[in-house]
């Protein structure tokens, strides 16, 4: 497609159960990174693939999540045992450039909102 | 932890207004990005820049870099319903390894007709 595409864009989660997330980005884009948004904040860090590799995981909260990248392009973040304070949007952006931040831009999808009841 | 702080946090002006928004930290960018994001999208780039003191105009738009490379200001003349939104700035992290962007808070933005 000619955007980074995520699904799903909304899930409902009851606390305790696992979800998973998915993201699709721009073909060919070598890096992707995972944010994430509370409500009426800016996106935080999560974590960064260039492409197969999972080259910074720092901003992941806790050993409940994770992230894939196997083939170097769709990704999936996972979340295990979902406690209410992940209840966020989870924003995936991509970027054709090795070095994003320097001149390259992050393209980001739609995101998906994921509320644990 | 590199942190933005962005000011104000919340700022609602009636249309044909002008008004600067910034981003402020006590560490060095080697770039620094201003990103709108809209309720249920996510953020779009609006400019990059790069060189301490650089000053880029976008329509009514003027984004300015700080000599020392640690603030950034935007700038937005004779406001527009269409501004609304959430205005982020980000820094790039730089240096060998991963890279990422740091974000702020955000401005949130609202241009009353």
């Known amino acids: 497609g000619a955007g980074v595409s995520q699904s799903p864009r909304y899930k409902v989660a009851k606390r305790g159960q696992d979800v998973a997330l998915r993201c699709d980005p721009i073909?060919?884009?070598?890096?992707l990174f995972w944010y994430q948004q509370a409500l009426g904040q800016g996106p935080e860090f999560l974590t960064y693939?260039?492409?197969?590799?999972?080259?910074?995981k720092s901003g992941l909260p806790s050993d409940r999540f994770f992230a894939e990248r196997p083939e170097g392009s769709v990704s999936t973040l996972k979340i295990q045992r979902t406690q209410q304070e992940d209840s966020a949007v989870y924003l995936c952006?991509?970027?054709?450039?090795?070095?994003?931040?320097?001149?390259?831009?992050?393209?980001f999808g739609e995101g998906s909102r994921l509320t644990v009841l | 932890t590199q942190l933005l702080e962005q000011s104000p946090q919340f700022l609602s002006i009636q249309e044909g207004e002008n008004l600067t928004v910034y981003c402020n930290s006590s560490?060095?960018?080697?770039?620094l990005q201003w990103y709108r994001q809209e309720p249920g999208e996510g953020p779009v780039l609006l400019v990059t820049?790069?060189?301490?003191?650089e000053v880029k105009k976008l329509k009514r738009l003027t984004f300015q870099f700080g000599d020392a490379r640690k603030d950034s200001s935007l700038h937005i003349t004779a406001a527009q319903p269409g501004d609304t939104g959430l205005y982020l700035c980000?820094?790039?992290?730089?240096?060998?390894?991963?890279?990422?962007?740091?974000f702020g808070k955000g401005t949130h933005l609202i241009i009353q007709p």
């Open positions: 560490s060095v960018f080697s770039s």
């Open positions: 073909s060919g884009h070598v890096s």
């Open positions: 952006a991509s970027s054709g450039s090795r070095r994003t931040g320097r001149n390259g831009e992050l393209f």
């Open positions: 693939f260039q492409n197969e590799a999972q080259l910074d």
């Open positions: 820049v790069v060189t301490g003191g």
């Open positions: 980000a820094g790039g992290r730089g240096g060998g390894g991963a890279d990422g962007l740091t």
